[in-house]
């Protein structure tokens, strides 16, 4: 944790550390019921093993459930989160796993550590102005030839303010971005987009789902 931090970086870090107990018993493994989900992430987990050892970063790992799923299919992974009580809870019911406290715009790597990131929805408290910094931090820790992939709950790169959830108060920003706005800036970046799939809203959902898979090129030669 940085006094540096940005506004939206200390604001989802409070907002996480008060609802994390509540959030966890509330929001299920989000993977366990989706098998299209679970598939997407197995494909991811397949390519970073065919290119070598080095590990994956599970970024904004909440209770620890995808890093436990990477686990479990013999990816070497770790979980990240902002959060104290977030890694706190990750800790206790994955005992067997690596997770750290750290922010994934700042990431205590050295560069061309990481075979892949896995970004699942932590991006939608990431404003859009702080995209590009993040994505070329991406792109800094990743080993050359490594994939990300991102996931998030789409929108007309709109913005909603949470004050309430699960009986906390909170001041939590959530931006719901087009598949197209960041899979042009996963470019920019200098992550080449591989594939891009939409999942339509389940049960009460109102917005689609997007799976982004991109590339840091290979070293040539």
């Known amino acids: 944790m940085n006094a540096?931090?940005?506004?939206?970086?200390?604001?989802?870090?409070?907002?996480?550390?008060?609802?994390?107990?509540?959030?966890?018993?509330?929001v299920p493994d989000g993977l366990a019921a989706r098998p299209v989900?679970?598939?997407?992430?197995?494909?991811?987990?397949?390519?970073?093993?065919?290119?070598?050892?080095?590990?994956?970063?599970?970024?904004?790992?909440?209770?620890?459930h995808v890093?436990?799923?990477?686990?479990?299919?013999?990816?070497?992974v770790f979980g990240v989160d902002l959060s104290p009580r977030m890694v706190a809870l990750a800790r206790r019911t994955h005992p067997g796993l690596r997770f750290h406290v750290g922010t994934m715009t700042?990431?205590?790597?050295?560069?061309?550590?990481?075979?892949?990131?896995?970004?699942?929805?932590?991006?939608?408290?990431?404003?859009?102005?702080?995209?590009?910094?993040l994505f070329a931090e991406f792109r800094r820790v990743l080993v050359p030839g490594g994939h990300a992939l991102v996931a998030f709950r789409t929108g007309d790169d709109d913005h909603q303010h949470?004050?309430?959830?699960?009986?906390?108060?909170?001041?939590?920003?959530?931006?719901?971005?087009?598949a197209a706005t960041i899979s042009t800036l996963l470019a920019e970046a200098g992550l080449h987009p591989r594939a891009r799939t939409l999942l339509e809203p389940e049960g009460d959902g109102k917005r689609?789902?997007?799976f982004l898979l991109a590339r840091k090129p290979p070293r040539e030669g």
């Open 67 to 76: 890093t436990a799923r990477l686990d479990a299919l013999g990816v070497p």
């Open 162 to 178: 949470l004050t309430e959830r699960f009986g906390h108060e909170l001041a939590l920003d959530c931006y719901w971005y087009g």
């Open 4 to 26: 540096e931090d940005p506004d939206f970086i200390r604001t989802a870090r409070a907002s996480y550390d008060a609802m994390a107990p509540d959030y966890a018993a509330h």
């Open 208 to 210: 689609q789902r997007a």
């Open 37 to 64: 989900d679970r598939a997407l992430v197995t494909a991811f987990g397949d390519l970073v093993r065919a290119q070598g050892t080095a590990p994956v970063a599970d970024l904004g790992c909440g209770p620890g």
């Open 106 to 133: 700042a990431l205590d790597l050295p560069p061309e550590t990481l075979g892949g990131i896995a970004a699942l929805y932590s991006v939608t408290h990431v404003p859009r102005e702080h995209l590009p910094a």
